[in-house]
T-cell receptor, first 112, second 107 residues
Framework: EPEVTQTPSHQVTQMGQEVILRCVPI?????FYWYRQILGQKVEFLVS????????KSEIFDDQFSVERPDGSNFTLKIRSTKLEDSAMYFC??????????FGSGTRLTVV | GIQVEQSPPDLILQEGANSTLRCNFS?????LQWFHQNPWGQLINLFY???GTKQNGRLSATTVATERYSLLYISSSQTTDSGVYFC?????????FGTGTSLTVIP
């Protein structure tokens, strides 16, 4: 079964640094997403991406965040000037038709 | 946004027991999925089930879309079933997740 691949599985970064989380969606999927889960809390929507542009974003997704599809296969989430409260699991998801969605296994980001 | 309630919030089972997890939505959703989050935090897709019933091994799920709820059945539970079970539904671009049911299966 096709998978959404996320790298790295765990990233530790110093406060104030920039991080890039990487995702390889399923190859024929057109819709891409990032979600976040702070430890012990719900999974929350960050952003959706279609046709090389953001189609929707949540209040969490402020100017600190950006997304990019740099080469037609990868989908990245960049977090600038990381803060302690950015520590969370970040999940990438993709969908062919916005019916069924496949989530990656996540990147655990720890900001120290 | 849509509110998603899951019950029970916590569940402890003896290995081999059966259980039913429930998910209620405050409004209609286009799609509904169940996920298992293992102890390492990985989110594993279980079912895509906007309506009807599906089975996959010891797991099955039923969604009654008209009444805005879904059930996940786990039969003959095993210790590897432990973790948090989430349901999520979407309208448009955004999935709304429930707060999860934390399941612990003890040998």
């Amino acid at each position: 079964e096709p998978e959404v691949t996320q790298t790295p599985s765990h990233q530790v970064t110093q406060m104030g640094q920039e991080v890039i989380l990487r995702c390889v969606p399923i190859s024929n999927h057109l819709y891409f997403y990032w979600y976040r889960q702070i430890l012990g809390q719900k999974v929350e929507f960050l952003v959706s991406f279609y046709n090389n542009e953001i189609s929707e974003k949540s209040e969490i997704f402020d100017d600190q965040f950006s997304v990019e599809r740099p080469d037609g296969s990868n989908f990245t989430l960049k977090i600038r000037s990381t803060k302690l409260e950015d520590s969370a699991m970040y999940f990438c998801a993709s969908s062919e038709n916005r019916r069924s969605y496949t989530f990656g296994s996540g990147t655990r980001l720890t900001v120290v | 946004g849509i509110q998603v309630e899951q019950s029970p919030p916590d569940l402890i089972l003896q290995e081999g027991a059966n259980s039913t997890l429930r998910c209620n939505f405050s409004d209609s959703v286009n799609n509904l999925q169940w996920f298992h989050q293992n102890p390492w935090g990985q989110l594993i897709n279980l079912f895509y089930i906007p309506s009807g019933t599906k089975q996959n091994g010891r797991l099955s799920a039923t969604t009654v879309a008209t009444e805005r709820y879904s059930l996940l059945y786990i039969s003959s539970s095993q210790t590897t079933d432990s973790g948090v079970y989430f349901c999520a539904g979407n309208t448009g671009n955004q999935f709304y997740f429930g707060t999860g049911t934390s399941l612990t299966v003890i040998p």
